[in-house]
């Protein structure tokens, strides 16, 4: 479940943030800030990708690098939603 | 963890600092007038409805790092009351090392308990943010008109912000245009030269704000989705607008028939050579164009080189036809849960921009000591 989650996810930055090139691997420990790959507008597509794809709700508390900076980060926020 | 909370009292300070660094690019500490006027604002006029206030972004060792500024507005959409917030100055400190604190303010300011969310001076990035939150842009309200008055002059005027020795040119610019206007005749969209026509059996004066905030509520009466002010909070708001020192002079006037019936007003600042800045003009239905002639004719009279505004779908119409031209520098958008409020934005029923907005306060335009 946690990889079609990594998936999911790694699809949907490549496409927003990459605009598609995935010729370089992405990597799931990779920080989307320290790289500059993201910024406000691409945190609200992304927390919107999240609610809608993965049927959850994102609190504002939950806006937080802890949760959202990284691929596997991402996964292990979904997954405790999940749960919860 | 870093948080998204009211703006206090506390804030003030912080907000100020902010605001004058990365919105006023100046390097000098925020002045007592700031600070004051960011309180006043934010807070005291805000207290008739404490649910729908401005946020900030606190950092882990609890120091501001971002703000968005809301205005509560009363507002009507049919016999409907209707809660709106008027989001205005928004700054984040770290935008590049924290996008995460921009993203959050706006993000709680438009889940809060107002019926209507918008913004009149969005820049590329807010307005890419407002779309990622679902916010629609309305581009019948996010023009900026400009009318050229004196070709010349407009010329140094715009130039004179980047060059500002263009100044010592101005007694030629005068002669060119006085030139061009005896050669123009006709309107053109380099200069203009009032000519004979309705507008002539019209007068405008001077208004009190008492007078003007009264006839606003008047002409405001014809939007479907309108501002619910009362007389005393539009008083208000106006005595906030009388000074806007880096636009020049306020000139408020009342537009009549000659048997004295109020067809029309607007708003504008202006100084002699300049370029004028209008924030709001209503007309009663049918006197758009004529209450526009009455504006033009009067920034003419003043000597302004030119003047602007932001446009509103009401007076677009009149707007074609009278050489206005037209730019894009910044958008208004709105975000509404409900489908008939967000229609009738969209299809420019909506009352906003100008006293319906951010644009009547000090923080645009004015200078503080």
Redesign the interface.
Known sequence: MSDEIKTTVRTFVVENFLFGDDSQPLASDLSF?DNDL????????L??FLEERFAITVA??D????N?DTIDRIAGFIARKQAA | ????RPFAAGDVDAVADMFQRLLRKSRLPASADLRAYLRALFLDFCKHDPDICSRVHVRDDGTVSGFLGVLPFDMRFGDRSVRAAACGTFV?DT?E????????L???VL?GPQDLSFTETSND?ST??WR???ATPLAPYSLEWLRVLKPSAFLLAAAAPRLPGLKLLAPLARGADRFVTRRGGQQAWIHYSPAAGRADALVDTEAENDEFAGLCLEFAGRFALRPDWDQTTLETMLGHAERKALHGERVQRVVRTRAGKPVGLYLYYGDRGGIGRTVQVMAAAGHEAIVLDRLLRSASERGLAAIRGRTQPNLLQAMIGSKFAFLQTSATLVHARDPELLQAAVNGQAFLNGLAGEGWTRLIGDRFG
């Open positions: 800030i993201i910024d406000s507008t691409g945190i609200l597509e927390v919107g504002d508390a806006i937080v690098p802890a959202l | 963890m870093p948080s998204v984040s935008r090392s924290d996008p995460f604190a921009g993203a959050r706006l993000r709680d889940s990035i890419s943010m990622s939150m679902r």
